[in-house]
Each structure stands twice: as C-alpha cells, then as structure tokens.
C-alpha cells in the first residue's frame, strides 16, 4: 500500500511538474483584416519569434465576413487568440465571455501611452476590454478644383454643401457627393456624422431607448436624403471602399471619410494636389463632430493571453505598427507614435496632421452588446428613405419602434 501510495505521490509530483510544459506557448495566431499592416506584422512577427521563441501564425479576414466567421469559430470553441475588430464588439463579446480584461495583461507604460479617448472608447465598467489599435478620425474631403468653379470659399455646413451640390454635378466630377445606402456599418459610417452635427443621437444618454427620433433627427436623415439626389447612383451597392474610390478618381466632388484613398494615389504616383481636409460641417446649431472609428485588437480566452498581449504590446511600437498608421492614413492613439514620428504633426503630412488635430472634437458610435442588431435596423431604415420608400419621418419611427424593442430586450 505504501508503495502504491508513494508511486501515486511521485506521479502527481511528474504531472505538476510537467503541466508548465504542456502548457508551454510554441504558437498563436493574429488576425488582421483587409490586408492591413500585414508586411509589417510578418516582420514584426518574426522579430518577436526569435526574442520570445513564439510563433504568430498571422490570418487576414475581409472586413464584411469578419464579425460571422469570428461568431461561428466562437460558437465551435475555436478562435483565434488575437484579431484586430472594432470597438462596437468589446461589449457583445466580453457579456458572450469571448475575451478577456487586458488591464492587468499589458504594461503600465503602453496603459499610459493610450490616450484618455482610446481607452474610454475600449473600456467596460472601468476595465479595459480592448486594445486601443487603428484610430480613424474623418471629416469632410473636397474636391478644390470643383468647388473653386461654383464657390469662392468652400462651405462650412451641410446646408451649404446641398446648395451647391446642384451646381457641382456636371463640372469637374460628375456628381457632387458620394454615399452609402444600403450596407449596415458603411450606411452609418456615412450617415452618423451628419445626425450628430444636427444635434442628435443614436442612443440616449442611459443606452436604454433610441435618441434619433426628434425633429434634429428626421431633418439629418433629410438632409441624407437630400444629398443622395446628388450622389454617385452606386450608393445601393457601394461599399467605403468605392465611395473612396468615387472621390479619388474624381467622380465626387465630396465625402466624409480620411486620407487613405489620397494616400493610395501617393503611393501609386498620382496627382492628389485638387484634394482638400475640411474642419467637420456644421449643422443648424453649429455643431460638428470628425467620425471617430476606433478600431481595436481583441485577446480572446484561448489560455494563450499572456503571451498574446506580450505579442500585442510587441507589435504596437511606432517601428510597427506607427508605419502602419502613418501609410493608411489612421490617427495615433499612442503619446510614444507622436514623440517618436514627427510625421504626425507634420503640417504637410496631409494623410494623418489634419485629422490627428481633429481628435479632441471626435465622436463614436456606441458599444453595446446589441449594436449589430441596432445599426442594421437604423441602415435598413436611412436606406428606405433615400430609395423613396419611406419619408424621413416614417423611416425613423419605424427605426425607433423595432431598436427600443431589441433595448428592451437586453
């Protein structure tokens, strides 16, 4: 018996003792989408490899399947350890037990370089459930050789833009806007930056009901309507992509979104000199708002989070991921990327300096674990309205009824 007893003892030491190495990390995966930053992730990868002996295996999703290929790998337990997502899931994905809070996983010193904004924005309850990553700030992008033909100063409110939306078609670009109407995260992308300049807002201030269904509401979704008249005929069927797109091939005189396309014809050795930053345009109040879009990176709960963040904290230095933002035209969340490149308040540096300045007046969309849900429903409605089949006052009472009801829900 006491032999038995002690071999039992001694297995039990072995297995202990043999539990580090099992549980050793030899590899994890990183998700990226469309593509992004993926010849700097691969050298960053491969530099953090041969520091921390851990390979990262690196995947790119396009962004329209990422968020249902992310949900059925959840659903099947087998998710990746790490993928760069959008703020509007830290919240579905913490309450589904997807991921897990990173506060204690980073250092102290990337915790502080994050700006104040990024981390609110990543942050449920006081915990920091994401990593602040790509910070796109939009506003306002011109065509100066088709305004300079119908203006003498660019306009400063939406109204201006409609009055001279008429007046632009037909002259240097044959439409004077470029919208989406149809795609639920690309609809409000587009859409959003006007419903707050007229003073309205998606949620209210307890996240319990809507808050677009006021008189400043309905008149921002007309003058979404409105512009629409006046937009590239493709905004049922476009994505960011083509209304990007639109305006660097010159088809639109105007839309609201930042530098990456300008940056796109840099690289490609094209003129971009007829293009223009506007400040934010106002609405009747005087309001404005730059689109702030706080992409974020994820750990997800796989039991590889330590080393996971050690590789997120790796990637997220200005030799990396700061070529990454400066390239795509993104906006620093991180104090370091600034001191470290001065490219970022570089004047000239059109593609980053003029959004980076518009950071303290940005504004986000909401997140809350039934946001999908939310923005579909507000997508599906702006669409019918701009396609005539309901007026702005119907579509957003219809809009209210069917959201209020998934709040209710929650």
Same mark, same amino acid.
């Given at each position: 018996?006491?032999?038995?007893?002690?071999?039992?003892?001694?297995?039990?030491?072995?297995?202990?003792?043999?539990?580090?190495?099992?549980?050793?990390?030899?590899?994890?995966?990183?998700?990226?989408?469309?593509?992004?930053?993926?010849?700097?992730?691969?050298?960053?990868?491969?530099?953090?490899?041969?520091?921390?002996?851990?390979?990262?295996?690196?995947?790119?999703?396009?962004?329209?399947?990422?968020?249902?290929?992310?949900?059925?790998?959840?659903?099947?337990?087998?998710?990746?350890?790490?993928?760069?997502?959008?703020?509007?899931?830290?919240?579905?994905?913490?309450?589904?037990?997807?991921?897990?809070?990173?506060?204690?996983?980073?250092?102290?010193?990337?915790?502080?370089?994050?700006?104040?904004?990024?981390?609110?924005?990543?942050?449920?309850?006081?915990?920091?459930?994401?990593?602040?990553?790509?910070?796109?700030?939009?506003?306002?992008?011109?065509?100066?050789?088709?305004?300079?033909?119908?203006?003498?100063?660019?306009?400063?409110?939406?109204?201006?833009?409609?009055?001279?939306?008429?007046?632009?078609?037909?002259?240097?670009?044959?439409?004077?806007?470029?919208?989406?109407?149809?795609?639920?995260?690309?609809?409000?992308?587009?859409?959003? &930056?006007?419903?707050? $300049? *007229?003073?309205?807002? !998606?949620?209210?201030? @307890?996240?319990?009901?809507?808050?677009? =269904?006021?008189?400043?509401?309905?008149?921002?979704?007309?003058?979404?309507?409105?512009?629409?008249?006046?937009?590239?005929?493709?905004?049922?069927?476009?994505?960011?992509?083509?209304?990007?797109?639109?305006?660097?091939?010159?088809?639109?005189?105007?839309?609201?979104?930042?530098?990456?396309?300008?940056?796109?014809?840099?690289?490609?050795?094209?003129?971009?000199?007829?293009?223009?930053?506007?400040?934010?345009?106002?609405? &009747?109040?005087?309001? $404005? *708002?730059?689109?702030? !879009?706080?992409?974020? @990176?994820?750990?997800?709960?796989?039991? =590889?989070?330590?080393?996971?963040?050690?590789?997120?904290?790796?990637?997220?230095?200005?030799?990396?991921?700061?070529?990454?933002?400066?390239?795509?035209?993104?906006?620093?969340?991180?104090?370091?990327?600034?001191?470290?490149?001065?490219?970022?308040?570089?004047?000239?540096?059109?593609?980053?300096?003029?959004?980076?300045?518009?950071?303290?007046?940005?504004?986000?969309?909401?997140?809350?674990?039934?946001?999908?849900?939310?923005?579909?429903?507000? $997508?599906?409605?702006?669409?019918?309205?701009?396609?005539?089949?309901?007026?702005?006052?119907?579509?957003?009472?219809?809009?209210?009824?069917?959201?209020?009801?998934?709040?209710?829900?929650?």
């Amino acid at each position: 018996m006491k032999k038995m007893l002690l071999a039992l003892i001694s297995l039990s030491l072995a297995l202990v003792l043999f539990v580090p190495t099992l549980a050793e990390t030899k590899e994890i995966t990183y998700v990226t989408l469309g593509n992004t930053g993926m010849e700097l992730l691969q050298e960053a990868a491969k530099a953090f490899e041969e520091k921390e002996g851990v390979k990262v295996n690196l995947e790119s999703w396009s962004y329209s399947d990422a968020y249902s290929k992310i949900l059925t790998l959840a659903d099947g337990g087998n998710m990746p350890d790490s993928m760069y997502g959008f703020s509007s899931w830290t919240v579905q994905f913490k309450e589904a037990g997807y991921t897990v809070a990173i506060d204690n996983l980073i250092s102290k010193e990337l915790y502080d370089d994050f700006s104040k904004a990024a981390r609110d924005v990543c942050s449920v309850n006081g915990e920091l459930w994401a990593m602040p990553s790509y910070m796109s700030v939009r506003s306002i992008l011109i065509n100066q050789t088709a305004f300079d033909e119908v203006c003498d100063e660019p306009p400063t409110t939406w109204e201006g833009l409609l009055e001279l939306a008429p007046e632009l078609c037909g002259k240097t670009c044959p439409y004077a806007y470029t919208l989406v109407a149809g795609h639920p995260k690309n609809t409000i992308d587009c859409f959003l &930056p006007i419903l707050w $300049a *007229y003073g309205a807002d !998606v949620l209210s201030e @307890d996240q319990k009901t809507v808050a677009f =269904n006021t008189e400043e509401g309905v008149a921002a979704l007309q003058m979404y309507v409105d512009l629409a008249q006046y937009a590239v005929p493709d905004y049922g069927e476009a994505t960011i992509n083509e209304t990007q797109s639109n305006f660097t091939t010159q088809t639109a005189a105007a839309y609201v979104h930042n530098a990456q396309g300008l940056a796109a014809l840099k690289a490609a050795g094209e003129n971009y000199d007829w293009a223009t930053i506007l400040q934010p345009l106002k609405g &009747p109040g005087g309001e $404005a *708002y730059s689109y702030g !879009v706080m992409d974020v @990176d994820l750990v997800f709960d796989t039991g =590889n989070q330590d080393i996971t963040a050690k590789w997120l904290e790796f990637w997220h230095q200005a030799k990396y991921q700061g070529k990454v933002i400066d390239n795509a035209g993104f906006v620093p969340n991180q104090a370091s990327y600034y001191k470290e490149m001065p490219i970022f308040t570089d004047e000239s540096n059109v593609f980053v300096a003029p959004f980076a300045a518009m950071e303290p007046i940005a504004k986000f969309k909401p997140s809350i674990t039934c946001w999908e849900e939310i923005q579909k429903i507000m $997508a599906d409605n702006v669409t019918k309205a701009v396609f005539g089949q309901l007026t702005a006052a119907e579509a957003f009472a219809a809009a209210e009824k069917d959201c209020n009801e998934v709040l209710a829900a929650q």
